[in-house]
């Protein structure tokens, strides 16, 4: 059957650094988009980063810009996403998918489509 298999999070303080891993059973990631969204009560659900299959080009939201790097290990068959600088407002659970296409139609506000094959989720905290 296949899966999404999340990985990491936890609690952090401000400024520090943590690593996410999206692994699959039953498939290859490296064939797929993956898409990385993080979701908080009082926001919902935001894209937050985007890899796309064979030129694994990235795609980004603005409010991370700059700070978080999504990656590919191909050999392993996993997908990282790894947060630098963080802040409280980055605290959220944490959610990779596969995406069906361009990256821009699913990290967009509003999107135009999204994910239905998720990971179950990571929570990330940001706090002092």
């Known amino acids: 059957q296949a899966q999404l298999v999340q990985s990491g999070g936890g609690t952090v303080q401000p400024g520090g650094s943590l690593r996410l891993s999206c692994g699959a059973s039953g498939f290859t990631l490296a064939s797929h988009y993956i898409g990385w969204f993080r979701q908080t009560p009082g926001k919902g659900r935001e894209g937050v980063s985007c890899?796309?299959?064979?030129?694994?080009?990235?795609h980004y939201t603005v409010p991370v810009k700059g700070r978080f790097t999504v990656s590919r290990d191909k050999a392993k068959n996993l997908v990282y996403l790894q947060m630098n600088a963080l802040k409280p407002e980055d605290t959220a659970t944490y959610f990779c998918a596969v995406v069906g296409g361009p990256c821009d139609d699913y990290l967009s506000t509003p999107p135009v489509r999204v994910p239905n094959f998720w990971g179950q989720g990571t929570q990330v905290t940001v706090s002092s």
């Open positions: 890899i796309t299959p064979n030129s694994d080009d990235t």
